[in-house]
């Protein structure tokens, strides 16, 4: 690809325009922006008339920054509204997940009326087993119906769950455990990726020893592998939930009654448990996927391709599709499990409409090529959706190309555990979209980005994104520690919620993310974003993805150190590597700046990613900075890091 076209592609004005066929949709009104910024708290308020209440709130808004309350009056059950209305309504027999397992041909189809039989079973057995309103149940479980249940029952009894991702360590979990003072733990023997066991409930054993005050572990039988016992306190799924009566009368809560924590892991302090009430957030998850993905129950099979473990998982494929009543894929193995094709078999075999995924799956999926999913009827789709970092205009071209037919709109959106659902992202019939650039908040939603000291920066210019006033999906603080959600979030910006994000205002006012604001790099000097290196070295025809961390440096600082993978279609001698690094290094040079110019270039197989898809970049900096590792457990394949290891000292023993 020539420079020049490279430049046409990666230019911030080009527009796709809204979608003609979505403008024709009921959700296409361009006066929901107008009737939403001028009263956003009426607004929601509306909105949350798409909930079942048991008694319908009379208060919107309490705000005593920072925290606040939402339909605090109101009740409701959360596990009501995304299964029993459903079937009250006459809908039991449309199916709720057709689930796919990571072998090939291990696949169940779950309807409606199935999942709330299956809930009420799991609420019955959980309390038999002594949960009740207020506590907490830990669940660690592989992408199996069973998580999903676990989350309802929990819900359903008024405990929260807390969800900790099936790749963590025993230690990982224990301390989440412990910080949130779980007594109860949902789980499974194993699970499995690319068709090998992935072991589970021997990492439970190993994390229960330092939670003595956990009095009861539901385990799944998912592979059938031996596993330890203890007596009174293990009980077989198979035993205690298939056995308990079929029906449960659930309870109403009040719409501020915590319904999860998820933890976010931090680098030099201990996770945080952000928690999340149930009124204002299954109100702001249900909105947002109705508007932004443009549901339509009747026929839309919608797949988020995410973990349960994660908050994308939570709000995208629990509770704002169950609530709104639609048809979904959940799948439990990784984007080559049984092949590199097997994400195209599967859209084609369920006549998938909606696929909202990660930019690192979809640079990897672009990296095997487009032949795979041309080899494929992919035709049902009719958006895409992106999620968890920014994307790079190429990787949205080749989503919207080689996926999308050039049709689907694509909407590429942002926001963060804490925020609980999407906050910036266009609206597919209403708003234009650009490649790369996540455009606009959502309805309702007011956000801002300012310079260092607080103020507003103007078109064309960078800074920090903060958003301004609060949102009924809002976290309502760190579980147990008030001061430290304080301090975190509330202090940079006083009045205003700081993301941790920073992004810019391009020439035509929309929004472009920059990743986080500690992935920015002072090279003597002069600021630069990871996330535009990174973007800049993609942009180059035989990048498939490219990792970018900054290293010290006695003469600048910091020093640009990129992780490239090539595209399979790339011709380089795997020996005489060099002219296509100096080729990369110029290119970036071109592209941003001859500052940006990285100082090493490494070409690895492959980047050390979470099973999620995100790529650790803290994992790469201790390679950059020759540090001792740290934990790599959580990886979808630990052996990287090594490699890359490996290749970086091979790089600086060449260099000297």
């Known amino acids: 690809m020539s420079e020049s076209k490279l430049e046409a592609l990666l230019d911030e004005r080009r527009e796709f325009p ?18 939403a910024n001028a009263d956003p708290v009426a607004w929601w308020r509306k909105q949350a008339d798409r909930l079942t209440w048991d008694k319908a709130p009379t208060k919107t808004l309490e705000w005593e920054l920072p925290f606040a309350k939402w339909f605090s009056d109101g009740t409701l059950n959360a596990s009501v509204n995304c299964v029993d209305r459903h079937v009250a309504n006459g809908l039991g027999d449309r199916v709720a997940f057709h689930w796919v397992g990571d072998p090939e041909g291990d696949k169940r189809t779950i309807t409606y009326s199935d999942l ?23 669940v660690y479980m592989p992408m199996i119906p069973e998580a999903v249940v676990a ?28 910080d949130a003072d779980c007594r109860f733990v949902i789980t499974a023997d194993g699970g499995y990726r690319r068709g090998a066991v992935a072991e589970l409930k021997p990492q439970v054993d190993e994390a229960l020893t330092k939670c003595p005050d956990v009095k009861a572990v539901l385990v799944v039988k998912r592979t059938g592998q031996d596993v330890e016992w203890m007596e009174g306190r293990d009980h077989w799924w198979h035993d205690v939930v298939a056995s ?20 976010t892991s931090g680098t030099t ?14 109100t702001q998850a249900a909105t947002t996927h109705n508007y932004i993905f443009d549901v339509k129950p009747e026929t839309d099979i919608c797949w988020t391709a995410a973990d349960i473990g994660w908050v994308t998982g939570h ?32 859209i084609e075999e369920y006549k998938v409409t909606i696929l909202y995924t990660a930019p690192t799956t979809i640079r990897t999926l672009m990296k ?13 789709l009719r958006l895409l959706g992106s999620v968890g970092e920014p994307i790079n205009p190429e990787a949205w071209i080749w989503y919207r190309k080689y996926i999308g037919a050039d049709t689907c709109p694509i909407v590429d959106t942002w926001w963060q555990t804490e925020t609980g659902a999407i906050m910036i992202t266009p609206l597919p019939g209403i708003t234009a979209t650009k490649p790369g650039a996540a455009m606009t908040p959502f309805p309702g939603i007011s956000v801002d980005i300012v310079d260092n000291d607080g103020k507003s920066v103007g078109n064309g210019e960078g800074g920090y994104l903060t958003i301004t006033a609060p949102w009924p999906s809002m976290t309502r603080g760190i579980w147990g520690d008030p001061e430290r959600f304080k301090e975190t979030y509330w202090s940079r910006f006083p009045g205003s919620y700081f993301a941790g994000d920073g992004a810019k205002r391009d020439q035509d006012g929309s929004l472009w993310l920059l990743g986080r604001v500690d992935d920015v790099m002072n090279i003597s000097g002069h600021r630069l974003s990871t996330t535009e290196v990174e973007h800049a070295l993609v942009g180059h025809p035989a990048v498939a993805e490219a990792a970018v961390v900054g290293a010290s440096d006695d003469v600048t600082g910091q020093a640009i150190v990129a992780f490239v993978t090539l595209k399979l279609s790339a011709d380089v001698a795997e020996k005489d590597q060099g002219p296509l690094v100096a080729e990369l290094r110029e290119h970036v040079s071109v592209m941003i700046s001859p500052i940006a110019k990285p100082r090493q270039i490494i070409l690895t197989p492959d980047l050390p990613k979470t099973r999620s898809g995100k790529i650790m970049r803290r994992l790469l900096r201790d390679v950059a900075e020759h540090r001792q590792l740290g934990d790599v457990t959580t990886l979808m394949d630990p052996t990287v890091v090594s490699m890359i290891d490996g290749l970086m000292a091979q790089h600086s023993s060449d260099d000297d």
């Open 315 to 346: 709000s995208y494929i629990v509770y704002g599709p169950l609530t709104n009543g639609v048809t979904q894929v959940l799948y439990e193995g990784t984007p080559d499990s049984g092949g590199k094709d097997r994400w195209w078999k599967i």
């Open 18 to 35: 809204p979608s003609k066929e979505f403008a024709k949709q009921a959700n296409a009104q361009p006066s929901i922006y107008k009737e």
């Open 151 to 178: 989350m309802l029952a929990c819900a359903r009894l008024g405990a929260a769950h807390s969800v900790v991702f099936g790749g963590f360590s025993a230690s990982a979990l224990s301390d989440r455990i412990l």
């Open 368 to 380: 095997w090529g487009h032949a795979l999913p041309q080899a494929h009827d992919l035709s049902s």
């Open 116 to 138: 709330l039989t299956d809930v009420s079973q799991a609420a019955n057995a959980l309390t038999s087993l002594g949960v009740k309103a207020g506590d907490r149940v830990a």
């Open 269 to 282: 302090a201990r996770p945080k448990g952000i928690f999340h009430t149930t009124g204002g957030y299954l």
């Open 244 to 263: 308990a009566p079929k029906t449960h009368t659930p309870e109403s809560f009040p719409a501020e009654q915590p319904l999860y924590i998820m933890y």
